[in-house]
């Protein structure tokens, strides 16, 4: 097996002598796709990179000057997940877990390409007579709206603020700096300043929003509670009803501290029976101490005092005095001693009236504390009996009362809570902060410079051209080894 040398023929394919047999095509083709062809594939075709080359630098410079520049505008945004508490019980609970405030942080992002958003921004700066975005510059440039135009079928009328909104939705975006809660916002226009103009209109759009949807979800809590508020207070009216009623029927009868006045009455009427029994005790103890001796009545020092027995005492032994020293000096007959005798029978008679009246009056006390704890005890009976009745029905009435209690509570803390809600919704508890406004650009973001867009068709239409060329040549090459064996 031996194999012929190969020359290189003037195109780059290998010559005839080059040929292997038949049955080794294969160890050809290496030759004919070597760098060196290549090259000279190439560089007989000069003339399609340079012509590529040149359309290359004139399709990007008049793609740099032609298309419609972009701008486009940050604003930065702290998004925290946590509210400002600005109530000690607010309806939004706080969410300490990573994964759910990033999961409320995304969700919120939603929130900046929605309509309701979108829309205040058009409405803010009256997008739908701007004809960049109201869809009249798109239509100006749109070939199918040219064609449909000249065939006479004339568009149906437009919606402003809807194509608006749909132009919004595209040139709006927001992305989330990781491991942070700051977001940025981006917008394009066609000018640097209405870029800015629309980046800080959408964080302002955005924040409002966030609020309004705290407020609607609170504003929807409430409405809720007040409608349950009709409800609760009708039952809270019936149960207390449900106690008066109850109260009527039974005859009972409660203090201000919710204590049974027939309760209050019977310790009452205990307290004056164990003050009569006193007062009793007190009045039988003189009585017996008055009627255990006979009393002398002429005695100073004698069971009964009073002032006046007192008085006649000490008149009664003055005068006795004076009889027994008239009599040892005068006889019986005399006058002054008959006279004193007289006196002394007069002051007897007043001292025995005087005691049977203090006597009269220790019995009259003491039938008076006698009737007066009788009386008490009838009393204390027949309170005994009301409490007893009151007692059963009180058992009854503590099971109303209660379900009144609750009632009540539970109608209190929704009226409660209801117009905290209430006041909750009026509130802007939202903690989103703009860290940085948005700043006109000083240079578009698309299409890139011209300059460098020219590098770029330079270097694409001469890479191109090449490649043509290289191509148009390996083809020759393939269709001349092809003919060569059959010679």
């Known amino acids: 097996m031996s194999n012929t040398t190969s020359k290189p023929s003037p195109d780059g394919a290998v010559s005839k002598d080059a040929e292997t047999r038949p049955n080794e095509p294969s160890s050809a083709l290496p030759l004919l796709v070597s760098p060196s062809a290549a090259v000279g594939w190439v560089a007989r075709r000069w003339y399609w990179p340079a012509l590529f080359a040149l359309a290359g630098i004139a399709a990007g410079a008049s793609y740099g000057q032609w298309t419609p520049p972009r701008y486009t505008a940050y604003t930065d945004l702290l998004v925290p997940p946590a509210n400002l508490q600005v109530l000690p019980n607010d309806i939004y609970p706080q969410n300490l877990q990573s994964d759910s405030q990033l999961l409320d942080i995304e969700s919120k992002l939603r929130l900046l390409n929605s309509g309701n958003v979108l829309r205040r921004v058009s409405r803010e700066l009256d997008l739908p007579n701007n004809p960049e975005f109201n869809g009249e510059a798109k239509a100006g440039t749109n070939l199918f709206a040219l064609l449909d135009g000249m065939l006479g079928n004339k568009p149906g009328p437009v919606d402003r603020e809807l194509e608006v909104m749909r132009t919004l939705a595209e040139r709006i975006s927001a992305k989330r700096v990781e491991r942070s809660y700051m977001v940025t916002i981006a917008v394009w226009a066609r000018g640097p300043e209405a870029a800015a103009r629309i980046a800080d209109a959408s964080a302002k759009a955005f924040q409002e929003e966030v609020a309004q949807a705290d407020a609607d979800a609170a504003g929807r809590a409430a409405s809720g509670l007040k409608d349950r508020l009709a409800e609760l207070k009708k039952a809270a009216s019936e149960a207390e009803e449900k106690v ?52 002398n009545e002429t005695n100073p020092l004698g069971t009964l005092q009073s002032a006046t027995l007192t008085s006649l005492r000490a008149q009664h032994a003055s005068t006795k005095q004076t009889i027994d020293s008239l009599s040892m000096t005068y006889g019986s007959q005399y006058p002054g001693l008959v006279r004193a005798r007289s006196e002394l029978r007069g002051i007897q008679q007043a001292i025995k009236e005087e005691t049977n009246r203090i006597l009269r009056a220790a019995q009259l006390e003491l039938d ?113 080894a092809r003919r060569q064996p059959s010679a």
């Open 244 to 295: 008066a009623q109850f109260k009527r029927s039974h005859g009972l009868q409660t203090t201000a501290n919710g204590e049974l006045l027939s309760a209050q009455t019977m310790a009452q009427i205990s307290t004056k029976l164990v003050d009569a029994n006193t007062r009793l005790v007190s009045a039988q103890a003189r009585y017996d101490e008055l009627t255990a001796t006979k009393p």
């Open 368 to 480: 008076q504390a006698a009737a007066t704890v009788n009386t008490l005890k009838e009393q204390a009976e027949r309170a005994r009996v009301a409490v007893a009745a009151d007692n059963d029905a009180q058992v009854q009435l503590n099971d109303l009362q209660r379900d009144m209690t609750t009632k009540i509570a539970i109608y209190q803390t929704f009226l409660t809570r209801a117009g905290e809600t209430a006041e909750r919704q009026l509130l802007n508890s939202t903690n989103i902060r703009v860290i940085s406004t948005a700043i006109p650009p000083t240079s578009r973001s698309w299409p890139p410079r011209t300059a460098l867009l020219a590098a770029g068709g330079l270097a694409a239409g001469f890479g191109f051209g090449a490649a043509l060329a290289a191509g148009f040549g390996l083809l020759a090459a393939l269709r001349r």
